[in-house]
């Protein structure tokens, strides 16, 4: 996607997720922009400085070794 230097930010999302974030967000008094915001904001600061006490919000990923059973 092209990146402008505006403030605007587009992006194509799949039509039942747009309605599903729409009615959570209408459901919770927010808006896109203002939820968007937050969202953007903690992620920045985050990624720069994570708190103490808070886990990672990407998920860990574990490789089992070959040899061993896998659990089912």
């Known amino acids: 996607m092209a990146r ?3 403030g605007r930010i587009v992006i194509e999302v799949d ?4 309605r ?7 459901l919770s008094g927010s808006t896109l922009k203002d939820w968007f915001i937050r969202s953007a904001e903690t ?3 985050n990624r720069h400085q994570p708190g103490l006490f808070e886990k990672s919000r990407e998920p ?5 070794p070959e040899s061993e059973p896998q659990p089912k």
């Not at 039509?15 to 747009?18: G, Q, R, S, T």
């Not at 860990?60 to 089992?64: D, G, I, L, P």
């Open 4 to 6: 402008g230097e505006s």
């Open 15 to 18: 039509p039942a997720l747009k």
């Open 20 to 26: 599903e974030l729409y009615a959570a967000l209408s």
């Open 43 to 45: 992620y920045c600061v």
């Open 60 to 64: 860990e990923v574990t490789v089992a």
